[in-house]
């Protein structure tokens, strides 16, 4: 098997200058940042989870012996590590430690499971896999040993009891032996798409770009050295990670808190001890602060001054209870792995906080609306939202029939996403254009859902459609002609369970149908064919199972 090439995020050199000129790229890199932020503020708290706190000085000291402890085993720097660790101290930890021995990371979600971890092992040729032992009743451990063997990582490297594996407690090197820092236009890690045509693809992100986003993430959201985040969503998606996030907080000289879960029963609790200041939330989980807030009173949100909502569409009736019902700041938030992130900003009117996504960070995030045709729309009328610029990638990692239709010639990147923008600039998430599933801001691709209802062998045709959720924002329904009259949706449900997939693509419903409409002229496209059996699933033609 040849060796899969190097992860390269490269852009045009003109435009690679202009950022740098405009000061965007500063040339700062992951571990200097951390020795900055370590020697500036050595003793105040840099990361808080369960009874473990580290000081800033703590985490640059952990960094470097994790970092050397990598190397030791046989790691050498450009080499992918796949990182699976929920919200604890580990993941900032060995986030970090990778950084310092110029290691990427390759940030999968606690939620993945075996099918997932096997193929962005595979895509990154990553070396090796760090995850937990037990969490929630599921043993990664287990889950590593058969992605090992099918996919033949050098190293497991297990936060808790190892058995056969790398404890990761056992990590250690000589620090001195750590490499000179990295190029500042280099990849310093990889994130997973949210995918809406098949498997999710790997996003190449490099210093110079990431830590532009966060640097700005952090100004704009107002973050200081008193700033106190809480990471309530996995620390390893984009959102948590660096709008502003974990990241950002650090960035800042703050303190992160890391919650196991985002349920207001563990959150709540969280926000009083440690006097949290800010934390970040989808909309179905601000819904239920909401709830919790007025049941529990808001005497334990005191410190909470700002949340920020993004991920899925946050309604504008919504939008104008969190303010009031929290006592706090709302931020709205419209990101993506792939790049631009808009915000709305402190300044803004109350009607452009509720009813907008809000505007990019950069003055150099280039934005254009298209139809079909990519011909772009008339202001004032919504169209597909096409965007380049500083921290937006121009292709992902080793696919290149991917990158032909996610990207322009001219090196825009199609987000799938239908805005309407408004003379302020803001921008105003219509819906979308690609067949992904919002569910409750985990991404769900119709196709990956398809391609493994295909391989039940009493399937013989499946289509997957999102369909309005009061609760999730959006459900997965999928539409099955069965070649087994016997077939039924909870076994269908326990089929996909058994796929070794994240159990938010498990379908919420499945439905059996005779046959998918067709023309007798022309067969309709799987996309025209989801759009049909989305709207028959609202009109209730269809009968559940
Ligand atoms: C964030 O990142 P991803 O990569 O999981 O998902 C990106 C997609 C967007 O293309 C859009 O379809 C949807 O998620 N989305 C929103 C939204 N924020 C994201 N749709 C409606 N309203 C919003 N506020 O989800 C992400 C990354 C960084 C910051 C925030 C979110």
Redesign the pocket.
Same mark, same amino acid.
């Given at each position: 098997m040849t060796e899969p090439a190097p992860p390269q995020q490269i852009w045009p050199e003109d435009r690679a200058a202009r950022y740098r000129a405009a000061g965007y790229w500063t040339g700062e890199t992951f571990p200097a940042l951390l020795r900055d932020r370590a020697a500036r503020h050595a003793t105040r708290t840099a990361v808080i989870g369960g009874e473990m706190r580290l000081s800033y000085e703590d985490l640059l000291e952990d960094a470097r012996r994790i970092g050397a402890g990598f190397l030791a085993l046989g790691l050498r720097p450009g080499d992918r590590v796949v990182l699976q660790l929920p919200n604890e101290p580990a993941f900032v930890q060995v986030m970090f430690g990778l950084f310092m021995a110029g290691l990427l990371p390759v940030f999968a979600l606690p939620a993945h499971r075996r099918t997932e971890i096997a193929h962005f092992a595979a895509r990154s040729g990553a070396k090796a896999l760090v995850v937990a032992d037990r969490r929630g009743g599921f043993d990664y451990r287990a889950m590593a040993r058969e992605v090992s063997a099918e996919v033949g990582l050098a190293h497991v490297v297990v936060a808790g009891e190892a058995e056969e594996f790398v404890p990761l407690g056992s990590l250690s090197g000589d620090p001195g032996l750590l490499p000179p820092d990295p190029e500042p236009s280099s990849v310093a890690f990889l994130q997973i798409? /949210?995918g809406s045509t098949g498997l999710s693809k790997l996003i190449p992100r490099t210093h110079d770009d990431y830590l532009y986003s966060v640097r700005e993430s952090a100004t704009i959201c107002g973050l200081t050295e008193a700033s106190v985040y809480l990471a309530a969503l996995p620390a390893a998606?984009?959102?948590t990670l660096s709008?502003p996030g974990v990241l950002g907080a650090l960035h800042a000289g703050g303190t992160v808190v890391l919650a196991p879960d985002p349920n207001p029963q563990t959150a709540f609790p969280l926000i009083a001890r440690h006097g949290v200041t800010m934390s970040a939330l989808v909309p179905p989980l601000a819904l239920l602060w909401l709830d919790a807030a007025a049941a529990r009173g808001r005497d334990e949100l005191e410190s909470l001054t700002d949340l920020l909502v993004?991920?899925?569409?946050?309604p504008p009736e919504a939008a104008r209870r969190i303010g009031p019902g929290l006592g706090c700041r709302l931020t709205?938030?419209? /990101?993506?792995?792939?790049g631009l992130?808009n915000y709305t900003r402190a300044e803004d009117p109350d009607e452009i906080v509720t009813g907008t996504?809000g505007r990019p960070i950069s003055p150099d995030d280039e934005i254009r609306l298209v139809d079909d045709q990519d011909r772009e729309v008339p202001e004032g009328t919504p169209g597909q939202l096409l965007t380049r610029g500083p921290y937006t990638i121009t292709a992902y990692h080793g696919a290149p029939e991917a990158n032909a239709r996610s990207f322009t010639a001219d090196g825009f990147y199609r987000?799938?996403?239908v805005v309407l923008r408004l003379p302020s600039g803001h921008l105003v998430?219509q819906g979308?254009a690609t067949d992904h599933i919002?569910r409750a801001?985990e991404?769900v691709s119709a196709e990956e859902i398809e391609d493994h209802l295909l391989g039940h062998e009493g399937v013989y045709d499946a289509i997957c459609v999102s369909i309005p959720d009061a609760e999730l924002g959006e459900r997965s329904c999928a539409f099955v002609i069965r070649r087994d009259p016997a077939l039924r949706g909870p076994q269908v449900k326990t089929w996909m369970r058994g796929r070794g997939i994240a159990s938010f693509k498990i379908p919420d419903e499945v439905r059996f149908v005779e046959a998918f409409e067709t023309t007798a002229a022309l067969k309709i496209s799987r996309r025209q064919l989801r759009a049909r059996l989305r709207a028959a699933a609202l009109e209730g033609e269809s009968d559940a199972d």
């Open positions: 798409s /949210g998606h984009n959102f709008s993004g991920g899925a569409r946050l709205q938030v419209f /990101g993506m792995a792939e992130v996504q987000t799938g996403d998430v979308r919002n801001g991404k």
